[in-house]
């Protein structure tokens, strides 16, 4: 008859203590466990990190066949969501003689066409540069578009498109430290925003990862440092049930 | 620009050096154990060893685990140099583990030496008294099959009169008449009378040759020669008995608690999910086995032991339930007791559910409430050892003793609470010591006065 065992795991609510659970546990040193788990902060850090995260801020991750979530960060993914993000933000900031004369009419198109006399003769850099001073304005509550060339909005949305992983570069550092391989328009950006202090002694690991950034959100980056930790946590809980699962396995029992 | 700052950080000193510790100590228990040669202990030792159980069976069930270690540190496995390192209940697991692993290294032995008999055309009792002869030239156990495959060959060929066996061991006075209706244990002796007794040393060489093959033949002909085999067969010992006997038993035994791994590499976790199942799963199939040859108090003792291993892990499962969990277990716990009232109390019920399926265990689980009480079937004093507790006192002598990883920025050190509830079940346990070494150990193991004097 087979014998069931509870793999209730209870009482475990700090990333130290699945930490310590895990390390009790399995067979790995304390050392490579705060290594992986660790590391696995900082690979959540990555998903979170604009222009990964997604509309929830819940991160970008990889599925499976199965719709099953993986570890994996889906870095094209997100930065095809990014480019979404940046071609809607510029059409909030910028409108072109072409778009005006479909959306616009009367009164409004004759106003339109006073304002882009100013415009017309813009040099590109010139609306790239009133975009990045501006842009957080277009947002709430929505403006009314700015008149702009053609060709000044698509340099404008290249320039941006251009800027993608700079703010994820920031985790540069940590990404080498751990082994987290990033892909080529993040890693270009180099690690001159990214520092990492690691602290080891025998059995003390400790390391504080900085991620220097001008992005207006970066406050709400902050807040997802606690959310990796987190998700890692619910890492750690998997890992540590299929241990115990493994364990009473070997031990003839029918987990439950 | 604007810092985001991701801090961790892991102190893992205190755990890591215990752990490292209680590692190396288990090393050296192994090696110890290794060397002393526990086959022979069993072999030669049953009695005591029996003995020495016994009283550990009863330490345990009167919940003495501290004087049970001292039982298993006098039995002379080691315990001892452990004591010191971990917790009491911890250390009579490892005990009851290791003395398994000492029965896992003797049957395997055992198992080997049958795998070689059978493979030399021999029995074990045969095989035995053969080693001590082969040895006494420097010959392996590990070349008799090879020897008798190459003797076995050699006589197929002497019923050819014209093979160079036949002619050789003619010239020692042997043919195929004389080794008719004999088994190969003795032919081996026939051949070494007469190669004791042939005057022509060269012939009894070349018959040795022709017998054993060019490479090993002349050393075995000079132990067969020389050889005793009424004394060696004399001073055979009595478990080349048991093995031959019980040698298929072993292999099944060996693959039922194939699983059977002691590892504190997790105390707490790793304890309740690895160590006590194992055990748990080798105790209900060790019920079933017959140790008659190893001794019977002995494996008795033993599956008792585990047994008692069992409740532990029943009341570890409890304590890690959910409260709806307990409700349920509280409840087939109560359900089972009533059973069991009922057989007791109405003449012929214990008949009539005797189709029922019997249960291997029956004991009680730790109280938080009457129901588990009145489910109890022990004694006062073990449903008294089994009250959680949970002093302010315990709580900082672990977290002294297994500090562990602390959290970084938001995060603060915690002690596990499944930890603490695993720590005092055997706090519990411990406290049931009224033993005087006990409260010593205890103090040793907790650095802490106030604990041992609660006990």
């Known amino acids: 008859m087979a014998k069931f065992i509870s793999t209730n795991i209870q009482g475990l609510e700090t990333f130290a203590d699945y930490l310590n659970a895990i390390y009790l546990t399995g067979k790995r040193s304390m050392k490579e466990q705060a290594y992986t788990h660790f590391g696995g902060v900082v690979r959540n850090m990555y998903a979170i990190t604009f222009p990964m995260g997604g509309k929830n801020r819940s991160g970008s991750f990889k599925f499976n066949k199965n719709g099953e979530r993986t570890g994996s960060v889906d870095f094209a993914g997100g930065k095809k969501a990014g480019q979404i993000v940046i071609a809607r933000d510029v059409n909030n900031a910028f409108m072109t003689p072409k778009e005006a004369a479909v959306m616009l009419s009367g009164e409004r198109m004759r106003a339109f066409q006073e304002v882009f006399k100013k415009y017309r003769n813009e040099s590109p850099e010139a609306a790239f540069v009133w975009y990045l001073g501006t842009r957080n304005k277009f947002k709430h509550p929505k403006p009314v578009r700015r008149p702009v060339t053609g060709r000044n ?7 941006l498109t251009e800027r993608q992983g700079t703010v994820a570069a920031g985790w540069n550092k940590a990404g080498a430290y751990f082994g987290i391989t990033v892909p080529s328009w993040i890693s270009k950006w ?14 003390t690991y400790k390391f504080v990862a900085v991620c220097s950034t001008s992005h207006p959100n970066a406050a709400e980056l902050q807040a997802d440092a606690d959310k990796a930790m987190n998700m890692q946590k619910g890492n750690m809980k998997r890992i540590l049930l299929n241990l115990l699962k493994q364990q009473n396995k070997r031990g003839g029992f029918v987990s439950k | 620009m604007s810092d985001v700052t991701l801090s961790l950080g892991v102190d893992a000193s205190q755990m890591e050096s215990g752990l490292g510790r209680a590692k190396s100590a288990l090393k050296g228990l192994e090696s110890q154990a290794n060397q002393k040669g526990i086959f022979e202990r069993i072999n030669n030792d049953v009695k005591n060893l029996g003995g020495t159980f016994s009283t550990l069976k009863d330490q345990l069930a009167g919940g003495n685990i501290v004087g049970a270690l001292a039982t298993v540190s006098r039995a002379g496995v080691g315990m001892g140099s452990l004591a010191p390192l971990l917790g009491g209940v911890a250390i009579a697991m490892a005990g009851v583990a290791v003395v398994a692993r000492g029965m896992w290294t003797a049957m395997s032995r055992a198992k080997e030496m049958r795998n070689t008999a059978e493979q030399s055309g021999l029995l074990v009792t045969e095989l035995m008294p053969l080693q001590k002869i082969f040895g006494q030239v420097g010959l392996e156990a590990e070349q008799i099959p090879v020897v008798m495959t190459q003797l076995r060959a050699s006589l197929e060929t002497l019923g050819d009169p014209a093979s160079k066996a036949s002619k050789a061991f003619e010239k020692i006075g042997l043919n195929a008449e004389s080794f008719k209706g004999k088994s190969y244990y003795e032919a081996l002796k026939l051949i070494g009378g007469a190669l004791g007794s042939a005057k022509d040393k060269t012939d009894a060489l070349n018959a040795a040759t022709e ?41 099944k035994f060996q693959i039922a608690i194939q699983n059977l791994k002691p590892s504190l590499d997790g105390l707490f976790l790793g304890m309740a999910s690895e160590i006590i199942p194992a055990l748990m799963d080798a105790a209900a199939k060790i019920e079933k086995l017959d140790l008659v040859g190893m001794g019977k108090s002995f494996g008795k003792s033993i599956s008792e032991g585990l047994t008692k291993a069992l409740e532990l892990k029943e009341r570890l499962a409890f304590v890690m ?14 359900k089972e007791y009533e059973e069991e009232r ?39 004093g073990e449903a008294k050892a089994l009250k959680i507790e949970r002093p302010e006192s315990l709580m900082s002598s672990i977290a002294k003793m297994g500090g562990g990883a602390s959290g970084m920025g938001v995060e603060s050190l915690n002690v596990q609470r499944e930890q603490l509830s695993v720590m005092q079940q055997m706090l519990a346990a411990l406290r049931a010591s009224t033993n005087t070494q006990g409260r010593a150990s205890m103090i ?10 609660t006990a």
Do not use: C, W
């Not at chain 2, 040793?444 to 004097?453: C, L, P, Q, R």
């Open chain 1, 153 to 159: 909005k698509a340099f404008v949305y290249k320039k």
């Open chain 1, 190 to 203: 180099g690690s001159a925003n990214s520092s990492l202090t690691v602290q080891e002694s025998e059995n």
């Open chain 2, 211 to 251: 017998a054993f093959g060019a490479k090993k033949g002349v050393k075995v002909g000079q132990a067969l020669a020389g050889a005793d085999f009424g004394k060696m067969e004399a001073s055979t010992p009595e478990s080349a008995k048991i093995i031959q006997e019980q040698g298929e038993m072993f292999q």
């Open chain 2, 321 to 334: 339930a959910t409260p709806a969990e307990r409700k349920e277990m509280q409840a087939q716990k109560l």
């Open chain 2, 342 to 380: 009922k057989r007791q109390l109405i003449p012929g019920y214990a008949e009539a559910q005797k189709a029922a399926e019997p249960q291997l265990h029956n004991y009680p689980m730790p109280s938080e409430g009457p129901q588990a009480a009145r489910g109890a079937t022990v004694s006062t």
């Open chain 2, 444 to 453: 040793d193991i907790y650095g802490n006065s106030d604990i041992a004097v």
